[in-house]
């Protein structure tokens, strides 16, 4: 069964913090994506990465940063924990664009994060 | 700039009842995809459904039905005799060729009440 997990279901941090939120993914997927997801609004994209090591902004990256150091793994970094941050993160993966590609997402179950 | 709106917030009905998602996009690209995704309450999405923008056939997947009009920039939703189990959050989502930035709506809450 395929399948996207995010390290931490439910997280509480203080502001400031530094916050670290790990996504792995067993489908050989080139493309992971971090979006946030808040009532009202919808998921909105933060990052993207197409390959190891190559990231994208998304619509709204101000306050987080990136790793993908290998291809099954995507990260979401907080480097100083704010209260608006405080929400539902998903990760989610995608096979290659280049190729044959439907443009499904395929998603993990979210971390829920708040910044006290 | 591209855009999806979902008008309808929630949406509450009585089990078998029909229900209708509505969902209205824009853009300027002529080619594009249309995406409806299930996030039921264990909070991972779902995927249901795939359109792309030259193929404006009507899909129909067991109590579901997919209704896609260029001419009004719709991709609409119907869950036919609906049933307790299809209670969750829907989200309509647009991309556009490349794929990497899919834009979501802001989701419909369904209730479906026994």
């Known amino acids: 069964d395929v399948k996207v997990t995010q390290s931490s279901r439910y997280l509480v941090k203080r502001t400031g913090e530094k916050v670290f939120l790990e996504c792995v993914q067993d489908?050989?997927?080139?493309?992971m994506f971090w979006y946030r997801q808040d009532p009202g609004l919808g998921l909105r994209l933060i990052y993207f990465?197409?390959?190891?090591?190559?990231?994208e902004k998304g619509d709204i990256p101000e306050g987080y940063s990136v790793s993908r150091e290998k291809k099954e793994r995507f990260s979401l970094i907080l480097e100083s924990a704010s209260t608006n941050q405080t929400s539902m993160y998903l990760c989610?993966?995608?096979?290659?664009?280049?190729?044959?590609?439907?443009?499904?997402?395929?998603f993990g179950e979210g971390s829920r994060l708040t910044v006290l | 700039a591209q855009k999806v709106t979902q008008a309808q917030t929630e949406i509450s009905v009585v089990e078998k009842e029909d229900v209708t998602l509505d969902c209205v996009y824009e853009t300027r690209d002529t080619t594009y995809y249309l995406f409806w995704y299930k996030q039921p309450p264990s909070g991972e999405l779902v995927f249901l459904i795939r359109?792309?923008?030259?193929?404006?056939q009507n899909e129909i997947s067991g109590r579901y039905s997919w209704n896609f009009q260029k001419s009004t920039s719709s991709f609409n939703f119907t869950i036919t005799a609906s049933q307790v189990v299809d209670s969750a959050v829907y989200f309509c989502?647009?991309?556009?060729?490349?794929?990497?930035?899919?834009?979501f709506g802001a989701g419909t809450r369904l209730f479906v009440k026994a």
């Open positions: 359109r792309n923008s030259f193929d404006e």
């Open positions: 989610a993966s995608s096979p290659s664009f280049r190729g044959p590609n439907t443009g499904e997402l395929f």
């Open positions: 990465s197409y390959d190891v090591k190559m990231k």
């Open positions: 489908m050989d997927h080139e493309n």
């Open positions: 989502a647009l991309s556009t060729a490349g794929g990497f930035k899919t834009i």
